[in-house]
């Protein structure tokens, strides 16, 4: 199907609200993922560090979550997704998510000072309890996102794994930015930076099979080129490969400490933003096919001047 | 029980919107609405090529992936397998928009007027408005429901009515003696997307 001239209806439905929700529960739950490992295995030296991941968890998934709220049609009935776990990813997810701020506050609770140090073992388990609602906040998006049948751009196993690598190194360079203000030892820094330069290579490969992936299947092809040559490739080549993946990643490997790898956080930081709505903005839905004809479905703005599939004669 | 279901003739269809303007009229949609839409394909290179209008609504499906994602259960399936949408439990969250694979569900964020900003609005918009929001709703996801009102009162839908080629029929695919069944059994019925598994209750007939 050589000549097939792709047209997809463009998803608007989800833009950059849902974009900075995604970012913001990544952030939070890879800032708290990296605090929880940097106590477990770091120990004492690492408090600083754990500290910091664990504070960022709770806020900034609230503040995703007044995100969530503000785009709601009708958020006076929001308090109904806790109803009905069992229908869909959107209800399971609000209530993952609600549960990791539990933990989370719980764990930060921990670490203020009436209770700090007093209760190491209880401290260990809320500490995995968060953490895997942690990494269950991350993925979820993935996966609620992959249940949309049309939309083949996100109908892919890839996803939550480009949202998991994503939010931890979203995360990491969230605790080596604040870590600049904070008494954190510049080794740590440095360490934190060379570990989120490994993720960085790592989210690249994902990156990169995730769209090879999307390109060669038919139906994503369109989203595909929206992507890397259409109305949101300056999101992605200047927002997620340039901001997001190439200049932090020089930065973290050749500099890593001080303000360079202070920069190199808050542009990977709005990398990991550009990322989310890149995926987001970037999801067509697969045209409908009738009795051979391709019927692409037009732009629900442009509903008066459908736009045109076009077929090779079979 | 009855199971409605609708078959659309593509040899008949000519692509008159029609059908887009009857079910504006009936159902009093704001702009941006569009509960039954015609899209337009075309096969093949030019001399030889082949253009087709394809009328699509909801489909009702046996097995909607609009209800499955509704976090709410705001999507409810009625007795007679009509796909439709409690506007009071639902949020708004738009994820049925993006999950039905025939795009059939719109939501607006408010009633707007058909004609540009500064107009008065006339008495027809206002009752229209207040319609819809009795109705359907700001906000929330909103669909086709096969005219329900129009039902209620013995009438076809407004798209089949008004359609000057007939070539949509309306009825019961539970009744295998109805013109609905003897047409899907006879002249080769199909449905869009077969392949989601969501088990479409609009089928079509073949265009040639």
Known sequence: MGSVKMEGQVQVEWRWIIAIYLFLAGVGGGAFLTGVLADIYGGPDWTTVSKIGVFLGMPCVLIGCLFLLLDLGSPINAWRVWMKPKTSWMARGTIIIVLFMIFATIQTAFWVWPFSGSIENARNIVAILGAVFAFLTIIYTGLLLGYNQPIALWRTALLPVLFLVSAVSTGVMAIVFIGQFLEVAETQLALLANIDAMILVFEMFVLVVFLYNAYRTIESRFSAKRILGGAVAPAFWLGVVACGLLIPFFLELFVGEGAAAGLAAVLGLFGGLCLRYTILAGGALDPITAAGFEFARADRRKESMPAMGKVPPS | ?208
């Open chain 2, 1 to 208: 029980m009855a199971r409605y279901g609708m078959v659309i003739d593509l040899k008949r269809c000519y692509g008159c919107y029609s059908c887009v303007m009857g079910c504006k009229q009936a159902n009093r949609t704001p702009p941006g609405v569009f509960w039954a839409r015609v899209l337009r394909g075309e096969m093949g290179v030019y001399p030889n090529s082949v253009r087709q209008a394809l009328p699509v609504l909801c489909n009702q499906c046996e097995e909607p992936d609009c209800m499955k994602v509704c976090p709410t259960g705001a999507t409810y399936q009625d007795d007679d397998g009509i796909v439709r949408v409690d506007k009071d439990k639902c949020i708004g969250c738009k994820y049925c928009m993006m999950a039905c694979p025939y795009g059939a569900r719109y939501s607006v964020r408010e009633y707007t007027s058909y004609f540009p900003e500064g107009l008065p609005i006339s008495d027809y918009e206002k009752h229209c408005m207040q319609v819809w929001e009795e109705k359907s709703g700001c906000g929330v996801a909103t669909k086709c429901d096969f005219c329900i009102d129009r039902r209620a009162e013995g009438r076809e839908p407004a798209c089949v009515q008004v359609c000057p080629a007939k070539a949509r029929v309306f009825g019961d695919l539970d009744d295998p003696e109805s013109e609905i069944s003897y047409l899907i059994k006879t002249k080769r019925g199909f449905v869009l997307r077969p392949e989601v598994g969501t088990e479409p209750k609009v089928y079509y007939l073949p265009p040639r």
